[in-house]
């Protein structure tokens, strides 16, 4: 089923404490989960700020140079502390980057097998083709598995998304996704998969996703919409143009764009409202990145935990090849609130608090319960990039291989 896109104008004009900021006119569309099948859109986001206030995440098409992505550098989101400590423990701990164990990769050498692991809810390496995704797009031009081993990451073959300008000029806004549904809610994920951007790639408007809910819930087409907590919770990892990555989250506890506290008050410091769509995905932006490469494989692996219920240790870590990116749980990192954005590092980055943790849901029967590979790209977007002097080639081509959910860590492939 495609499931429509809806799509809102919107222009902000931003009153910070410090002095004013202009956003500019911006439009948010589509479904923050994508299509079942097909070329339904994925979700958008808040516009980029000029000059960066709003820009730790990739959401919305920002419309001036300067804007999307805040700074690099500055105070570490967490120290030496690690996520995702080891196979079976939570992300609470561990003991640095990566943690004190590879995971399950170590114990299967090239994946063989590692789909028996009684921890492992799914594998695709696609040299099956598509077997196990639980749906995925029909449209070869835009997504097809590719028999070239000496492309491939691993064995022969991986799966390709392809969006072109051409294709965009028709249909402003498409998704090139595969989806897996968990056979039954999880309360914490590891999702290992390898990727790589061919060339000069624009990266996408919103990438990977990672869905939870209650049995009947589904998060398509909910985009500038406050999930409740006995409903479900939705996140993106999405690249940014200066190559690195950032969550993009909406749960229940969610901020708003329009005052400076994250609320709606008309009353607040920098009330920029109202608008009928106050609300999108909130902005985790870790610190310290180094820049994924270009034309080459690297490995991702996203851990997410759901809280105990009327607690705040829900989490979210990142880790590119091996390599402890971020985490965000109660304690760290420190930072500031400021709008829809949790900033521990660059220009509006203050040390006024720890992370609070994630309080996603009020009730066990909402769980962890799909993944989606996405390409999900606007027009807008990729218009707006080449106006900021970012090179977008005729082809965005994303490629997926080795991909691996599972219960515990399961670190970067070993052996052969």
Request: glycine letters at 16%.
């Amino acid at each position: 089923m495609v499931h429509p896109i809806t799509c809102r104008p919107l222009t902000r004009t931003v009153q910070l404490a410090a002095g004013a900021l202009s956003f500019l006119a911006a439009i948010a569309c589509g479904s923050d989960s994508g299509s079942d099948a097909g070329t339904g859109g994925a979700g958008a986001g808040a516009s980029g700020a000029v000059g960066g206030e709003a820009g730790a995440g990739n959401g919305g098409s920002a419309t001036s140079g300067g804007a999307g992505n805040s700074g690099q550098g500055g105070t570490a989101a967490s120290g030496g502390t690690g996520a995702g400590a080891g196979m079976g423990g939570s992300g609470a701990g561990g003991s640095g980057a990566g943690g004190a164990s590879p995971g399950l990769s170590q114990k299967y050498p090239g994946d063989v097998g590692i789909e028996a692991d009684p921890d492992v809810i799914f594998h695709s390496d696609f040299e099956a083709d598509m077997d196990g995704w639980s749906s995925y797009t029909q449209n070869t031009q835009r997504l097809r598995v590719v028999d070239d081993a000496s492309a491939a990451n691993a064995g022969s073959k991986f799966l390709e998304a392809n969006v072109t300008r051409t294709m965009l000029a028709s249909q402003q806004y498409i998704s090139s996704q595969a989806r897996f549904q968990f056979p039954a809610r999880e309360e914490q994920i590891y999702w290992r998969f390898y990727a790589q951007y061919v060339g000069d790639t624009a990266v996408p408007h919103h990438w990977v996703r990672v869905a939870a809910g209650n049995p009947g819930f589904n998060s398509d087409g909910l985009a500038g919409v406050v999930p409740t907590g006995d409903e479900g919770f939705w996140f993106d990892l999405d690249a940014k143009d200066d190559g690195a990555f950032s969550f993009y989250v909406y749960w229940q506890e969610m901020r708003s764009w329009e005052c400076n506290d994250g609320s709606t008050d008309p009353n607040c410091a920098g009330y920029n409202g109202p608008s009928s769509t106050p609300y999108y995905g909130n902005n985790f932006n870790p610190s310290g990145q180094t820049a994924f490469p270009r034309d080459q494989w690297f490995c991702v692996e996203i851990f997410s935990k759901a809280n105990t219920p009327g607690s705040y240790d829900g989490e979210l870590a990142l880790y590119v090849d091996d390599q402890l990116v971020g985490a965000y749980r109660t304690g760290t990192p420190r930072g500031r609130w400021l709008r829809d954005n949790f900033y521990s590092h660059g220009q509006y980055f203050q040390d006024e608090q720890a992370f609070e943790g994630f309080n996603f849901r009020t009730t066990s029967e909402v769980g962890l319960k799909a993944v989606t590979l996405d390409a999900y790209y606007e027009k807008g977007t990729l218009d707006a990039k080449e106006q900021r002097g970012i090179t977008v080639p005729e082809a965005q081509i994303t490629r997926y291989d080795d991909v691996v959910v599972a219960r515990s860590r399961v670190g970067c492939r070993t052996g052969n």
